[in-house]
């Protein structure tokens, strides 16, 4: 099944804690990237990877820190998280920069 | 700076009854224009693009260049389409280009 996917699927923390989020394409795309999306549905770029090449990283706090190992995977991990990380992360893909991206499912993230 | 203004954040239309998501954008350069889909609970999907002039699912949507709008019109609403509906511009002439998204329109279709 070609996709891209994300696990966990819902995540529920403490506040302060520690977490990752893991993102997979086998699509072969070349380009990959972290959206959050929050309570009112906006939804705004955080990370962009071109070839495990961090090439867009907007205005994100520096607790979020993505890693990619290789261009079919990028990861996201979140350092003493807040109550405003809730939030929904998608992870998406494209052939290369600018192209049509494929969005994976989402990973419902929950501060306590 | 790259900008999507989606005016409408609720759409409630009769099964039946055409719909249009209105779309305007901000861009000094060549945008490419997307229009994404996200039914309940699913993830975002492709609708359709400016540059494929498709349509999709009975959508359409073209680009006007003087107006800077791509709206997304259908004549015929029907239940199913129901769901958030998300303009994105995407800058050819950046490097890293990335896909700035409008607020998004949730559309509802009332049987």
């Known amino acids: 099944d070609t996709a891209v996917s994300q696990t966990p699927k819902y995540l529920v923390t403490q506040m302060g804690n520690d977490k990752s989020i893991k993102c997979e394409q086998n699509l072969g795309h070349d380009t990959m990237y972290w959206y959050k999306q929050d309570s009112k549905k906006f939804l705004k770029i955080m990370f962009s990877y071109n070839n495990k090449e961090l090439i867009i990283n907007e205005t994100v706090p520096n607790r979020f820190s993505p890693k990619s190992p290789d261009k079919a995977h990028l990861n996201l991990h979140i350092n003493s998280l807040e109550l405003g990380d809730s939030a929904v992360y998608f992870c998406?893909?494209?052939?290369?920069?600018?192209?049509?991206?494929?969005f994976g499912p989402g990973t419902r993230l929950l501060v306590l | 700076a790259q900008r999507v203004t989606q005016p409408e954040k609720l759409l409630s239309v009769f099964k039946g009854a055409p719909v249009e998501l209105k779309c305007n954008y901000s861009?000094?350069?060549?945008?490419?224009l997307f229009w994404y889909v996200q039914y309940s609970r699913q993830r975002l999907q492709l609708l359709l693009r400016?540059?494929s002039r498709e349509s999709i699912k009975g959508f359409t949507a073209d680009l006007n260049k003087g107006e800077t709008s791509f709206h997304l019109k259908k004549p015929f609403a029907q239940e199913e389409d129901s769901a958030m509906y998300y303009c994105?511009?995407?800058?050819?002439?950046?490097?890293?280009?990335?896909?700035?998204f409008g607020g998004g329109t949730r559309v509802l279709v009332k049987p």
């Open positions: 861009y000094s350069g060549s945008p490419e």
């Open positions: 998406a893909s494209s052939p290369y920069s600018g192209e049509t991206q494929y």
């Open positions: 994105a511009l995407s800058g050819r002439k950046a490097a890293g280009n990335k896909l700035t």
């Open positions: 400016h540059i």
